[in-house]
């Protein structure tokens, strides 16, 4: 089958590399793709916004399958534009994927459904704000209500920062501290009005969204993962399942807008139980990049049975034994900036090592034909491995070997596990 990926970053190159060794996919077509994606997939010039130039692709190169990567295009209503079309969609119509454009409507659906999360306020003044504050206490967590990738969360001490915050937003959710180890959960969701829902979690994984080794400083859209967590309790996919995404997309079925596609839930570990974070309508970046390293499973079956209703149909996921590791390299500035144009060296020297690739994010080709930054998170190298360990010893090999100016990295990925 044929196979279109909306989307430029390490998540949709990491989609199209896994879709480009599945053996059932003869096509592996991005849009618009970057470098790294163009050594698995022909890549198309086309705005992943515009629904109407994505549907006309999509049509034109007479593919099985269009898989939408991120959350602009998905809360845009790209994916309904495509499905109006005929042309089966792995990702929610922008009526599912409010479960991600908006905290505050996430909030309402797990509210109805009985879902743990934090208590929250949702506020549109200075004065909402300064009560849900003093009434929820530090630490402070101050989130914008709509899309923010990944920057639009403030977790402080500071009741002036987090008033600051919530002042540069239009509407805000103030929210109880969680504490505790996170967690991604991904699951695969389909939905047939005839079957009703299919819900097949992925192993979870763990996400490192500050910049800073130990997690210190602002939060990023994540510079690196790791999976399995050896260290979860056995419960956890089973607990999660039953408590969190069955009655999260019985809900959104309940309500007329059924979700399929993948939903990601950012979980905290308390010592109260497990609280869903945040919900996401997409695969998560970067940790897709280290779970599609490990899936055993052949990917195209499963995104088209979520995209057609028929998930059931096709055997869960199996992983490989063993682990993966992803660490990101990010480039100079960020998270507040981003440097573009720095010459990268090294990727084909890390992949030359054993069980090491490299997914590309913020990169492009200069009219040299060199490969240089073109965004905040530059890069992955993904490695796997017997353990946890093992793998992250392999990636930060192969870290070593790639190089630009301006680099970081943190160094203490998937330590200690
Ligand atoms: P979000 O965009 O909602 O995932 O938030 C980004 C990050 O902020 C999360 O991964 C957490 O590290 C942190 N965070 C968000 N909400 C909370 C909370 N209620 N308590 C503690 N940390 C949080
Ligand atoms: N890894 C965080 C995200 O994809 O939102």
Redesign the pocket.
């Known amino acids: 089958m044929k196979v279109l990926v909306i989307g430029n970053g390490g998540r949709e190159h990491a989609l199209a590399r896994a879709l480009s060794l599945d053996p059932d996919v003869t096509e592996v077509h991005a849009a618009p793709g970057n470098p790294g994606t163009a050594t698995v997939a022909t890549l198309h010039d086309v705005d992943p916004l515009d629904g109407e130039e994505v549907a006309a692709l999509a049509g034109s190169l007479g593919v099985d399958l269009v898989v939408v990567g991120p959350e602009a295009p998905l809360v845009a209503g790209v994916a309904d534009v495509v499905i109006a079309r005929g042309i089966p969609v792995f990702g929610p119509t922008g009526a599912a994927a409010r479960l991600e454009g908006s905290k505050a409507f996430a909030k309402e659906v797990m509210a109805a459904a009985g879902v743990p999360t ?1 208590a929250a306020h949702v506020c549109t003044t200075p004065a909402e704000v300064a009560a849900a504050l003093d009434e929820l206490g530090a630490p402070y ?1 101050v ?1 914008d209500d709509g899309l923010a990738a ?1 920057k ?2 403030v ?1 402080t001490d500071s009741r002036d920062e987090a008033l600051a915050h919530a002042a540069g937003c239009e509407r805000v959710v103030v ?4 504490d505790g180890p ?1 967690v991604s959960l991904f699951a695969l969701c389909s939905h047939r009005e005839a079957d009703g829902t299919t819900v097949y979690p992925l192993q979870p994984a763990q996400d490192f ?1 500050r910049i800073g080794d130990g997690d210190a400083g602002p ?1 990023t859209g994540g510079m690196g993962a790791y999976t399995p967590l050896p260290w979860a309790p056995d419960t956890l996919v089973v607990d999660v399942l039953r408590d969190v995404l069955q009655p999260t997309v019985d809900e959104m079925a309940r309500r007329g807008t059924p979700f399929t596609g993948l939903l990601y839930a ?1 979980l ?1 570990l308390t010592s109260r139980g497990v609280r869903v ?2 919900f996401n309508a997409r695969f998560g970046d970067p940790e897709t990049q280290p779970l599609l390293a490990l899936l055993d499973s052949p990917l195209s079956p499963l995104l088209l049975g979520a995209a057609t209703g028929t998930l059931a149909d096709v055997p869960p996921p199996v992983f490989k034994p063993g682990a993966a590791v992803g660490v990101v390299l990010a480039s100079a500035g960020y998270p507040a900036s981003s440097s573009s144009g720095d010459v990268i060296t090294g990727v084909d020297d890390a992949e030359a090592l054993d069980d090491v690739h490299v997914v590309q994010a913020g990169t492009a080709l200069a009219p040299s034909g060199e490969l240089v930054t073109a965004g905040g998170r530059v890069l992955a190298v993904v490695a796997t491995g017997g353990s946890v360990a093992e793998a992250r010893a392999t990636a930060y090999d192969g870290v070593a070997r790639v190089a630009f100016p301006g680099a970081q990295h943190r160094t203490d990925i998937a330590a200690g596990v």
Not at 175 to 178: G, K
């Open positions: 934090a967590v989130k990944g639009g969360v977790v929210e109880e501290f969680l996170e969204k939060n950012g905290a974070i945040e």
